[in-house]
């Protein structure tokens, strides 16, 4: 009994703290050179763009470490001599090469300087391999403290995943470690011991028996990749498969890589997979990586959007871990939910700088929504959305700070939830609005990485409305706005309605909803300034301010 109510307390904290994807937790106030090297756009990272990496790599089992090589291919952008990538400075580097010559490099915290043998000339391609060595991080508290996961399953056998987020794919690999550059494509090679299988992103090419015992996998990623998504995960995995047929008829393929003694199970709780890209598809468009197919893969950790290869570690249960985390008796598998709506958001909608990770995750909460919405109704998704406000602390901004590597705090998970249920109630035109949605993801910014501004001025315009105040209250102050208004008799039913908007934004203007109990709901156009109209009431205890249809505040006056 102690342990499942320790399990029940440990969840509740967990889920009050941004549980659906890695988080920094908290937002720093004082930055180093360190967060500036790993964070920023300087010119040794400008100055070229990387289109391919090989990763080739060889992982010990027993030591739990790993040696081999990333081969870089570029194209210059600027002229340039020197060039930035990133390796943790616990991972050591025996070498890197062009062609045959062995390049200059230095070290500064986990920033590595590179120097060519001339001068790179804008326009030209190049390519330097990476020969490095050693122990990655082991993840304290995956996957929301990164790192490798080391265990065994229940037969004895190891079992390892990788899980980044937030702290950076260099924690085990050299890369340019900038989330607003991906590689168009990737190859990653892995060598392990003979007896277990090893499940990367994208598409298996082959497998390699060796005559040490081990044998090398060769996986391809056909599409742009954010390097955190690029994954490891080695196991006694068996494997079955699926196919979901699309709406103009075309076929993804669906793999799925579980432990042997969970198949049964999995063949059960994995059948929620392919109503949920049916909804997705109508509400966002395509699943983003058809021709590299969608995957669940177990993980020895909770879960992790993996691109095409999604991290699943729920146990087969329903909800978060057991815990019925929609608070209104929804029993579907959150994880496989909320991961996926990754594939859409964050790995194909990219942000460009860490401070953006809002993107990936406001847009990923709210599409639980989309899903409950398909499934369940308007109603429904309404009552999910807003028990979300229980979580919601307001204590940091949903946008972080720039170039220094630095997230937003845990509030872009639900309050940029309901903060999108807002904006849907403030464009009030749902045809307009689920196009503006898909038309976001499918198409506008599909496999790009973008920004703050990117996402205003496309909703601006979408609209023809300014909505820029309203994303800058929610989403770069901490405050909710807050509606105050007073309610004073005139004669008989009539009732005088005085309001304003109490906001950081001095040009917050937004509309609300009222219902009076007459019949169906008003809107009303709030701004900054005290207004006030003349509304019908059969009794004052009818009336209410429907917040439930925004994420707000609302203060009757006495």
Avoid at 120 to 149: C, H, L, Q
Wanted: charged share 25%; proline share 3%; with cysteine.
């Amino acid at each position: 009994m102690q342990a499942k109510l320790f399990l029940a307390l440990v969840i509740l904290v967990l889920l009050t703290s941004g549980t659906n994807a890695q988080s920094l937790l908290d937002q720093k106030k004082s930055y180093t050179r360190a967060d500036t090297l790993r964070g920023s756009l300087r010119p040794e990272r400008t100055c070229y763009d990387v289109t391919f990496y090989e990763l080739n790599i060889k992982v010990d089992t027993e030591k739990h470490s790993i040696a081999g090589s990333n081969k870089i291919f570029f194209t210059t952008v600027q002229d340039f001599q020197t060039l930035q990538i990133d390796l943790y400075d616990n991972m050591k580097i025996s070498s890197i090469t062009f062609g045959n010559t062995e390049l200059k490099y230095r070290r500064e915290f986990n920033a590595i300087f590179v120097t060519m043998p001339e001068k790179m000339k804008a326009g030209t391609k190049g390519e330097i391999t990476v020969n490095y060595y050693g122990t990655p991080t082991i993840a304290k508290r995956p996957p929301w403290d990164g790192g490798f996961t080391w265990t065994h399953d229940k037969n004895g056998k190891l079992w390892m995943g990788v899980s980044c987020e937030g702290m950076g794919a260099s924690l085990w690999w050299p890369n340019k470690d900038y989330i607003g550059d991906e590689p168009d494509s990737m190859r990653v090679i892995c060598t392990i011991p003979n007896g277990l299988k090893c499940i990367i992103n994208g598409n298996e090419e082959r497998e390699v028996t060796n005559a040490d015992s081990t044998t090398t996998f060769y996986w391809k990623i056909g599409y742009p990749i954010n390097n955190y998504n690029v994954t490891l995960n080695i196991g006694d995995y068996v494997h079955f498969d699926d196919t979901y047929v699309a709406e103009d008829g075309s076929k993804l393929a669906l793999d799925y890589y579980v432990l042997p003694y969970n198949l049964e199970k999995a063949k059960t709780q994995f059948a929620q997979v392919k109503p949920m890209l049916k909804c997705y598809e109508k509400y966002l468009g395509k699943y983003p990586f058809w021709n590299d197919g969608y995957a669940l893969v177990e993980t020895p950790y909770l879960g992790m959007e993996h691109q095409g290869a999604i991290a699943y570690g729920n146990k087969y249960l329903t909800g978060y871990s057991g815990y019925d985390i929609s608070r209104i008796g929804l029993n579907f598998d959150y994880i496989i939910i909320h991961e996926s709506a990754h594939e859409w958001w964050g790995n194909s909608v990219s942000c460009r700088d860490l401070a953006d990770m809002w993107i990936h995750e406001s847009f990923a909460t709210y599409t639980e929504s989309v899903y409950v919405e398909c499934v369940d109704g308007y109603d429904t998704a309404l009552k999910y959305i807003n028990a979300k406000k229980a979580s919601v602390k307001n204590k940091g901004t949903v946008v972080g700070k720039y170039g220094v590597n630095e997230e937003g705090d845990g509030d872009m998970y639900d309050k940029g939830c309901l903060f999108l249920n807002t904006l849907r109630h403030v464009v009030n035109n749902d045809p307009k609005w689920w196009g503006i949605i898909k038309g976001m993801c499918d198409t506008t910014f599909k496999y790009k990485n973008i920004g703050y501004d990117d996402v205003v001025n496309y909703f601006n315009q979408k609209t023809q409305m300014n909505l820029s105040p309203i994303f800058d209250q929610y989403l770069r102050h901490t405050k909710n706005p807050v509606l105050r208004y007073s309610l004073k008799k005139i004669k008989g039913d009539k009732y005088s309605l005085i309001y304003v908007w109490k906001t950081d934004e001095k040009e917050f203007s937004m509309p609300f909803s009222i219902n009076t109990g007459n019949g169906p709901d008003e809107i009303i156009s709030g701004t900054g300034d005290i207004q006030k109209r003349t509304i019908v009431v059969s009794k004052k205890e009818d009336f209410k301010v429907r917040d439930d249809l925004g994420y707000f505040e609302v203060e009757k006056a006495k």
